[in-house]
């Protein structure tokens, strides 16, 4: 697919798909016209970039542990320092923290919802 298409189909503007692939987390095949062609496995490989992103990874990690996430049970790290353990337990950690807040709004935002449609389909006095 054109880098249109995986745009479309990952919600991703084409200039941040192409940083993507600037950061070699992505791989396109040329076409003899100079034109990007994307694997359809790329639209889950965006997706969980994405998701990595918004869960605050820097890039540079998610180039590390992007192989170990498609075999997750086939790991192989041979360049792990204990500076980039120490860096994936703390945002581990504070991704788990994040998972908190956001399970506590979500929940807060259900009561709200439940108290106003109690609140509207209650009779008027």
């Given at each position: 697919?054109?880098?249109?298409?995986?745009?479309?189909r990952?919600?991703?503007?084409?200039?941040?798909?192409?940083?993507?692939?600037?950061q070699?987390?992505?791989?396109?095949?040329?076409?003899?016209?100079?034109y990007?062609?994307?694997?359809?496995?790329?639209?889950?490989?965006?997706?969980?970039?994405?998701?990595?992103?918004?869960?605050?990874?820097?890039?540079?990690?998610?180039?590390?542990?992007?192989?170990c996430?498609?075999?997750?049970?086939?790991?192989h790290?041979?360049d792990?320092?204990?500076?980039?353990?120490?860096?994936?337990?703390?945002?581990?950690?504070?991704?788990?923290?994040?998972?908190?807040c956001?399970?506590?709004?979500r929940?807060?935002?259900?009561?709200?919802?439940?108290?106003?449609?109690e609140?509207?389909?209650?009779?008027?006095?």
């Amino acid at each position: 697919m054109r880098i249109g298409e995986l745009s479309e189909r990952t919600g991703t503007p084409r200039r941040l798909l192409r940083y993507y692939e600037e950061q070699g987390l992505i791989v396109a095949d040329r076409l003899p016209n100079g034109y990007r062609v994307y694997d359809g496995s790329n639209v889950d490989r965006v997706l969980q970039i994405r998701g990595l992103l918004d869960a605050g990874l820097p890039t540079r990690i998610i180039k590390q542990i992007l192989p170990c996430l498609n075999k997750p049970r086939i790991i192989h790290f041979p360049d792990a320092t204990p500076e980039m353990l120490a860096t994936l337990e703390g945002e581990r950690d504070r991704m788990t923290e994040r998972i908190r807040c956001l399970t506590r709004n979500r929940d807060a935002v259900a009561e709200y919802l439940d108290a106003v449609r109690e609140k509207r389909s209650a009779p008027s006095s």
